[in-house]
């Protein structure tokens, strides 16, 4: 079977930093304003992940524009807006802010008390009605005199902030070009430090900000972008020479599970990892197995150093300030894994407390984010994929942060009040309260069987609409490469993955499960819908074709269903979904083997709609009828022979047939199919089990009653 569920890595050796280098093409840098440079120059520097991370980093030009009002030319800021990612933004990522307004805010500077309210202070500076809001770094590029600047935060640079010995390293590597500020929030009172640092020591390329990262400059674009590269490279080739005369974390501790090893463990915890996460709504989690997260969790000083947390505020804000750590020998003990997360949760709260003051924000979710166990790997988890994904990464950051450090000093975390000054920061509360409602499957898992099929990928794209994560089985290797590959290009490639399964096949279902369980964390909604159809007289009907259709279409459904239960009941509950038939309910000539199995898997539907009430589980079930367009099952014999046992055409006339059959006369099509498992999926159906939708466009023989 096919499992896309993630890379598993190899046994884990120590990593270098990645030295970059520059990417820069005078051939298309060519002819572009002095913005489009900007963004040139941004997105470089973005989509390098030796330089900087999602989402992370800040850069920004002061330009000549014409004043819309005036007609006068004017100094205009350009900095990277507020949420946005260097990597991949246009130009409309961009804040733009009139210099001399900003600069003229200073005078309303009431001190380091006070910074916040400057930020009330920047969409009165706004230029040209831009509304693309300013972030809270907007200080460090607008009180500088320089023409072009970069904020990055690379591993590289991050482990000299970081570390004991990071002012030392800094002046080793670079002679006095770059200075060195300690820690300091971002805000208006560093921009100012930084700005009275510069004067009082011209000639500067740059300076390390301790815990935060680098700022550097120049008077164009190129140059700017330049400077950083090579700076980043300094580093990088700094730290490696000293990494590579000491093991890193002071050599492995835990011996480090084989890769199919780690991938079974990796199944079986996820779902109960999340089902240790409290909350209104489920999350969705990933799995790493990667050289950085091996090589640290089974190190020695792992329970040393995770304790201490991670130190960026770009990290810790995906991550929370310290993840959670699990005893590998203790992780089939449920009581055991409720109560470390029990203590994580009781633990942020005493963080909370001994840090909130009454202005503000309410304690956020105090589950872990990221989970270390020895020898296995690295499992985060959040609202959506993406961002537990993510999470993954800034930790994989945070973990080379570390090994840096420890090569050349002692890692050092913020401390307590400034890492939480910083998570609960206003402003990023007012991002929080910016970002849109989540849709409502968003936290929630699918699995589809049948998912290369016309009623499968409409399913799939319905449910992905909705915010779920969804994993695609089939039979058929190029169709459900064909339909991942189709829904990637619409959803993002976090939300959907796919596995070749043959789903009368106990060992490749149970495999195809543990993939999503590994990809995802579990499992909320199981669509069965892998079918195939048949026509014969009963006397014309083998035994090999009526186990043929029990097999897929009695058996597969069991198979599926027995292999989801175990999930859906670490989850409270979820919705299973069986794609029926008009022929379940109602007879039709030359089907008996297809007929009778269907019926057999409905009447499955309601054993285990009984079943599962209990534990949340509710089973119903779809009856289409006539699917034909985009319909895998009528591509081959069965449109042949349904078409010849009511005497017609096998072309246009039949869809015409089943059209006409219909007591509303239309065609039943995939995305029809798809709007009614939406339905019994979502929350719109929390009572309702043991049900029965048909979308036949009306079928008296077909009624339920």
């Known amino acids: 079977m096919k499992n896309e569920a993630g890379p598993v890595a190899d046994r884990a050796v120590a990593l270098p930093f990645a030295v970059p280098e520059s990417r820069w093409d005078d051939a298309a840098a060519a002819g572009k304003r002095p913005e489009q440079l900007l963004l040139y120059r941004s997105n470089l520097l973005g989509s390098d992940l030796t330089v900087t991370n999602f989402g992370g980093g800040n850069t920004s030009a002061k330009l000549t524009e014409k004043d819309p009002l005036t007609g006068d030319e004017v100094q205009v800021l350009w900095v990277k807006g507020s949420g946005g990612d260097i990597g991949s933004m246009q130009l409309d990522g961009f804040s733009t802010l009139y210099l001399d307004k900003f600069r003229a805010t200073e005078t309303l500077y009431r001190g380091v008390a006070f910074e916040d309210e400057m930020v009330g202070y920047l969409p009165h500076c706004t230029f040209n009605l831009n509304p693309r809001a300013a972030s809270i770094d907007t200080p460090l590029h607008g009180l500088l005199p320089f023409a072009h600047i970069d904020h990055v935060h690379p591993d590289a640079i991050i482990a000299l902030a970081a570390s004991s010995g990071g002012e030392a390293a800094t002046r080793e590597i670079w002679k006095g070009a770059v200075g060195w500020l300690p820690w300091k929030r971002p805000g208006f009172e560093l921009g100012v430090q930084i700005r009275q640092y510069v004067a009082a020591n011209p000639g500067l390329r740059g300076v390390m900000l301790a815990g935060h990262g680098i700022i550097c400059w120049a008077e164009d674009s190129k140059a700017c972008y330049e400077n950083t590269i090579d700076l980043i490279a300094d580093a990088a080739n700094h730290l490696n020479a000293k990494m590579a005369a000491r093991p890193a974390f002071g050599g492995e501790a835990v011996a480090q599970l084989e890769p199919a090893a780690r991938a079974a463990l990796a199944a079986k915890l996820m779902p109960r990892l999340r089902a240790n996460m409290l909350g209104e709504r489920s999350k969705v989690g990933h799995f790493s197995d990667d050289a950085e997260a091996l090589e640290f969790v089974s190190s020695k000083e792992f329970g040393r150093l995770a304790a201490i947390g991670t130190s960026c505020p770009d990290h810790f804000l995906r991550t929370k300030i310290a993840p959670l750590t699990l005893d590998p020998a203790r992780l089939d003990d449920g009581a055991y894994l409720a109560e470390r997360f029990e203590q994580y949760r009781q ?285 895998r099952i009528w591509d081959g014999e069965w449109r042949q022979e349904r078409a010849g046992a009511y005497g017609i055409d096998a072309g246009d006339e039949l869809e015409e047939f089943y059209r006409n059959r219909s007591m509303l006369k239309l065609s039943v099509l995939p995305e029809d199919i798809a709007e009614a498992v939406y339905f019994f999926a979502s929350d719109a159906a929390a009572k309702s089990t043991g049900n029965i939708i048909n979308v036949d466009a009306g079928n008296a023989q077909a009624f339920t009653r």
């Open 347 to 631: 633990d942020y709260a005493a963080y909370y407390g001994r840090c909130a003051r009454p202005t503000d924000p309410k304690m956020r979710d105090p589950n872990p984010v990221v989970i270390l166990v020895p020898g296995l790997g690295r499992m985060t988890f959040a609202a959506d994929k993406t961002t537990a994904r993510l999470a993954g990464e800034f930790y994989g950051n945070a973990i080379n942060v570390m090994r840096g450090a420890e090569a050349i000093g002692d890692y050092i975390g913020l401390p307590e009040q400034e890492a939480f000054d910083i998570e609960y920061w206003a402003l990023e509360e007012a991002k929080l309260q910016r970002m849109p409602r989540p849709k409502p499957l968003v936290g929630k898992i699918a699995l589809v069987t049948g998912g290369g099929g016309g009623i499968g990928q409409a399913t799939a794209a319905r449910l992905l609409a909705e915010g779920a994560c969804v994993m695609l089985l089939d039979l058929n290797s190029e169709s459900v490469e064909d339909a991942r590959e189709s829904l990637v290009q619409k959803y993002g490639r976090d939300l959907v993955r796919s596995a070749v399964c043959d789903v009368t096949d106990e060992v490749q279902v149970q495999a195809a499960f543990d993939a999503c369980a590994r990809a995802f964390g579990g499992l909320d909604i199981l669509v069965a819908n892998a079918g195939i159809a048949s026509s014969a007289s009963i006397e014309d009907t083998t035994v090999e074709l009526w186990r043929k259709n029990y097999d897929v279409l009695a058996q597969g459904y069991f198979l599926a269903s027995r292999a989801a239960f175990p999930l859906l009941k670490l989850q409270n509950g979820g919705s299973i979904i069986f794609i029926g038939s008009k022929n379940a309910l109602a007879a039709t000539p030359n089907a008996s083997a297809y007929a009778s199995a269907k019926a057999a898997s409905l009447h499955l539907a309601r054993c285990l709609a009984l079943e599962g009430a209990p534990d949340g589980i509710r089973v119903n079930v779809v009856n289409p009828d006539a699917v034909i367009r985009g319909s």
